[in-house]
Protein backbone atom coordinates (compact mmCIF):
# COMPACT_ATOMS: atom_id res chain seq x y z
CA UNK A 1 0.00 0.00 0.00
CA UNK A 2 1.00 3.49 -0.10
CA UNK A 3 3.33 5.20 2.57
CA UNK A 4 3.15 8.81 3.61
CA UNK A 5 3.24 11.47 1.28
CA UNK A 6 4.27 15.18 1.42
CA UNK A 7 3.79 17.89 -0.61
CA UNK A 8 5.39 19.40 -1.84
CA UNK A 9 8.87 17.68 -1.48
CA UNK A 10 10.50 21.19 -1.99
CA UNK A 11 9.04 24.63 -1.17
CA UNK A 12 10.79 28.35 -1.58
CA UNK A 13 9.83 31.44 -0.03
CA UNK A 14 10.77 34.38 0.64
CA UNK A 15 10.85 36.14 3.89
CA UNK A 16 7.84 37.38 6.07
CA UNK A 17 5.09 34.98 2.79
CA UNK A 18 2.63 32.47 4.72
CA UNK A 19 3.32 28.53 3.77
CA UNK A 20 0.92 25.82 3.83
CA UNK A 21 2.95 21.97 4.00
CA UNK A 22 0.93 18.60 3.29
CA UNK A 23 0.97 15.28 4.77
CA UNK A 24 -1.05 12.62 3.14
CA UNK A 25 -0.72 9.57 6.06
CA UNK A 26 -0.98 6.21 5.58
CA UNK A 27 -4.87 5.01 4.93
CA UNK A 28 -6.64 3.93 8.12
CA UNK A 29 -3.52 5.52 10.44
CA UNK A 30 -5.30 7.91 13.02
CA UNK A 31 -2.17 9.31 14.94
CA UNK A 32 -0.18 11.59 13.23
CA UNK A 33 3.13 13.69 13.69
CA UNK A 34 4.52 16.60 12.37
CA UNK A 35 8.65 17.12 13.07
CA UNK A 36 11.08 19.53 11.89
CA UNK A 37 14.30 18.57 11.06
CA UNK A 38 17.03 21.13 11.43
CA UNK A 39 20.71 21.00 8.76
CA UNK A 40 22.96 18.48 10.86
CA UNK A 41 20.10 17.80 13.35
CA UNK A 42 17.47 14.63 14.47
CA UNK A 43 14.17 15.25 13.93
CA UNK A 44 12.58 17.45 16.39
CA UNK A 45 8.39 16.82 17.82
CA UNK A 46 6.34 19.32 16.68
CA UNK A 47 2.96 18.58 17.05
CA UNK A 48 0.45 15.16 17.30
CA UNK A 49 -3.23 14.49 15.95
CA UNK A 50 -4.99 11.45 17.44
CA UNK A 51 -8.04 11.90 15.39
CA UNK A 52 -8.75 15.72 14.17
CA UNK A 53 -7.74 16.76 17.60
CA UNK A 54 -4.05 17.96 18.62
CA UNK A 55 -3.36 15.31 21.09
CA UNK A 56 0.20 17.54 22.39
CA UNK A 57 0.87 20.60 20.56
CA UNK A 58 3.83 21.54 22.81
CA UNK A 59 6.90 21.47 20.49
CA UNK A 60 5.63 24.17 18.17
CA UNK A 61 7.93 26.81 18.20
CA UNK A 62 5.77 30.22 18.22
CA UNK A 63 2.20 30.58 17.07
CA UNK A 64 3.27 31.52 13.82
CA UNK A 65 3.01 27.72 13.51
CA UNK A 66 -0.03 25.66 13.53
CA UNK A 67 -1.87 22.17 12.33
CA UNK A 68 -4.98 21.15 11.03
CA UNK A 69 -6.10 17.72 10.44
CA UNK A 70 -9.60 18.75 9.93
CA UNK A 71 -11.32 14.89 8.70
CA UNK A 72 -9.02 12.99 10.75
CA UNK A 73 -6.88 12.08 7.72
CA UNK A 74 -4.53 14.68 5.40
CA UNK A 75 -2.82 17.09 7.93
CA UNK A 76 -1.86 20.95 6.76
CA UNK A 77 1.09 22.62 8.93
CA UNK A 78 1.03 26.39 8.38
CA UNK A 79 3.75 28.50 9.02
CA UNK A 80 2.88 32.72 9.51
CA UNK A 81 5.37 35.03 8.27
CA UNK A 82 8.09 33.06 7.53
CA UNK A 83 11.63 34.11 8.96
CA UNK A 84 14.64 32.15 8.10
CA UNK A 85 15.67 30.29 10.28
CA UNK A 86 12.31 28.32 9.59
CA UNK A 87 14.49 26.66 6.65
CA UNK A 88 14.74 23.14 7.65
CA UNK A 89 13.14 19.50 6.19
CA UNK A 90 9.17 19.41 7.76
CA UNK A 91 9.06 15.29 8.49
CA UNK A 92 5.68 13.86 9.12
CA UNK A 93 4.77 10.79 9.72
CA UNK A 94 1.66 8.27 11.16
CA UNK A 95 0.72 5.32 12.90
CA UNK A 96 -1.92 3.42 13.74
CA UNK A 97 -2.88 4.46 16.95
CA UNK A 98 -1.44 6.82 19.39
CA UNK A 99 -0.02 3.93 21.64
CA UNK A 100 3.63 3.51 22.41
CA UNK A 101 4.17 -0.04 20.36
CA UNK A 102 2.39 1.38 17.42
CA UNK A 103 5.52 1.83 15.11
CA UNK A 104 6.12 5.73 13.08
CA UNK A 105 6.28 5.32 9.63
CA UNK A 106 7.43 8.23 8.06
CA UNK A 107 7.00 10.42 4.95
CA UNK A 108 9.77 11.95 2.96
CA UNK A 109 9.67 15.47 3.97
CA UNK A 110 9.13 18.93 2.47
CA UNK A 111 12.25 21.06 2.07
CA UNK A 112 11.28 24.61 3.47
CA UNK A 113 13.99 27.16 2.18
CA UNK A 114 13.34 30.56 3.26
CA UNK A 115 14.97 33.53 1.34
CA UNK B 1 13.82 16.37 29.97
CA UNK B 2 14.96 13.31 27.72
CA UNK B 3 18.15 13.75 26.01
CA UNK B 4 19.55 11.74 23.19
CA UNK B 5 23.24 11.50 22.85
CA UNK B 6 24.96 10.26 19.67
CA UNK B 7 28.75 11.44 19.92
CA UNK B 8 29.83 9.77 16.76
CA UNK B 9 29.40 12.33 14.13
CA UNK B 10 30.76 10.39 11.07
CA UNK B 11 32.14 6.98 11.00
CA UNK B 12 32.91 4.65 8.28
CA UNK B 13 33.30 0.88 7.63
CA UNK B 14 34.47 -1.52 4.82
CA UNK B 15 32.25 -3.62 2.90
CA UNK B 16 31.37 -6.90 5.12
CA UNK B 17 32.99 -5.83 7.90
CA UNK B 18 31.37 -4.92 11.28
CA UNK B 19 30.95 -1.42 12.73
CA UNK B 20 28.93 -0.66 16.46
CA UNK B 21 27.74 2.99 16.52
CA UNK B 22 26.86 4.33 19.35
CA UNK B 23 24.11 5.83 21.64
CA UNK B 24 23.94 7.00 25.08
CA UNK B 25 20.48 8.87 26.77
CA UNK B 26 19.49 10.52 29.81
CA UNK B 27 15.77 9.68 31.43
CA UNK B 28 14.28 8.77 34.93
CA UNK B 29 11.61 6.98 33.77
CA UNK B 30 11.37 2.91 34.07
CA UNK B 31 8.73 2.12 30.86
CA UNK B 32 10.15 3.07 27.51
CA UNK B 33 11.44 2.33 24.04
CA UNK B 34 14.74 2.85 21.82
CA UNK B 35 14.95 2.55 18.46
CA UNK B 36 17.33 3.09 15.59
CA UNK B 37 16.37 4.80 12.15
CA UNK B 38 17.98 5.01 9.15
CA UNK B 39 17.82 7.91 6.99
CA UNK B 40 19.33 7.79 3.48
CA UNK B 41 19.50 10.49 1.45
CA UNK B 42 16.05 10.06 -0.16
CA UNK B 43 15.51 11.92 3.25
CA UNK B 44 12.80 9.14 4.14
CA UNK B 45 13.23 7.71 7.55
CA UNK B 46 13.52 4.01 7.96
CA UNK B 47 12.91 1.89 10.94
CA UNK B 48 15.83 0.00 12.06
CA UNK B 49 15.29 -1.70 14.80
CA UNK B 50 13.26 -1.36 18.23
CA UNK B 51 13.96 -2.26 21.72
CA UNK B 52 11.18 -2.64 25.10
CA UNK B 53 13.01 -1.44 27.98
CA UNK B 54 11.13 -3.75 29.96
CA UNK B 55 13.00 -6.92 27.96
CA UNK B 56 16.23 -7.50 29.10
CA UNK B 57 17.16 -9.60 25.28
CA UNK B 58 18.89 -7.70 22.88
CA UNK B 59 16.67 -7.17 19.83
CA UNK B 60 18.19 -8.36 16.45
CA UNK B 61 16.93 -8.19 13.34
CA UNK B 62 19.08 -9.80 10.25
CA UNK B 63 22.23 -7.93 10.14
CA UNK B 64 21.48 -5.53 13.05
CA UNK B 65 21.56 -5.82 16.58
CA UNK B 66 21.62 -3.81 19.58
CA UNK B 67 23.61 -3.59 23.07
CA UNK B 68 21.17 -2.54 25.23
CA UNK B 69 22.57 -1.70 28.60
CA UNK B 70 19.46 -0.13 30.89
CA UNK B 71 21.66 0.43 34.20
CA UNK B 72 24.01 2.59 31.71
CA UNK B 73 21.85 4.05 29.81
CA UNK B 74 23.46 2.47 26.48
CA UNK B 75 22.02 1.49 23.45
CA UNK B 76 24.49 0.67 20.51
CA UNK B 77 24.02 -0.12 17.15
CA UNK B 78 25.79 -3.46 15.61
CA UNK B 79 25.80 -3.79 12.19
CA UNK B 80 26.98 -7.19 10.41
CA UNK B 81 28.41 -7.78 7.29
CA UNK B 82 28.14 -4.11 6.17
CA UNK B 83 26.85 -3.30 2.45
CA UNK B 84 26.87 -0.55 0.05
CA UNK B 85 23.42 -0.27 1.10
CA UNK B 86 23.93 0.91 4.67
CA UNK B 87 25.65 3.79 3.77
CA UNK B 88 23.01 6.35 5.77
CA UNK B 89 22.49 8.85 8.42
CA UNK B 90 21.69 6.50 11.49
CA UNK B 91 19.32 8.39 14.55
CA UNK B 92 19.03 6.79 17.69
CA UNK B 93 15.60 7.50 19.22
CA UNK B 94 13.84 7.22 22.71
CA UNK B 95 10.23 7.31 22.96
CA UNK B 96 8.99 8.03 26.73
CA UNK B 97 6.22 10.40 28.39
CA UNK B 98 8.21 12.56 29.62
CA UNK B 99 6.49 13.16 32.88
CA UNK B 100 3.11 13.88 30.85
CA UNK B 101 0.32 11.98 29.57
CA UNK B 102 1.74 11.11 26.09
CA UNK B 103 4.32 9.12 24.24
CA UNK B 104 7.14 11.18 23.00
CA UNK B 105 9.69 10.39 20.48
CA UNK B 106 13.43 12.31 20.86
CA UNK B 107 16.17 11.67 18.65
CA UNK B 108 19.65 12.35 18.46
CA UNK B 109 21.45 14.32 16.32
CA UNK B 110 23.07 11.17 13.88
CA UNK B 111 25.96 9.42 12.86
CA UNK B 112 27.03 9.66 8.83
CA UNK B 113 27.78 5.92 8.50
CA UNK B 114 29.86 5.49 4.78
CA UNK B 115 30.41 2.25 3.51
CA UNK B 116 33.58 1.87 1.53
CA UNK B 117 33.92 -1.01 -1.68
Not at chain 1, 5 to 27: A, F, H, M, W
Not at chain 1, 88 to 115: I, K
Not at chain 2, 87 to 97: E, I
Request: glycine residues 8%.
Amino acid sequence: GAGVSQTPSNKVTEKGKYVELRCDPISGHTALYWYRQSLGQGPEFLIYFQGTGAADDSGLPNDRFFAVRPEGSVSTLKIQRTERGDSAVYLCASSLRLVSYNEQFFGPGTRLTVL
Amino acid sequence: AQTVTQSQPEMSVQEAETVTLSCTYDTSENNYYLFWYKQPPSRQMILVIRQEAYKQQNATENRFSVNFQKAAKSFSLKISDSQLGDTAMYFCAYLGRSGGSNYKLTFGKGTLLTVNP
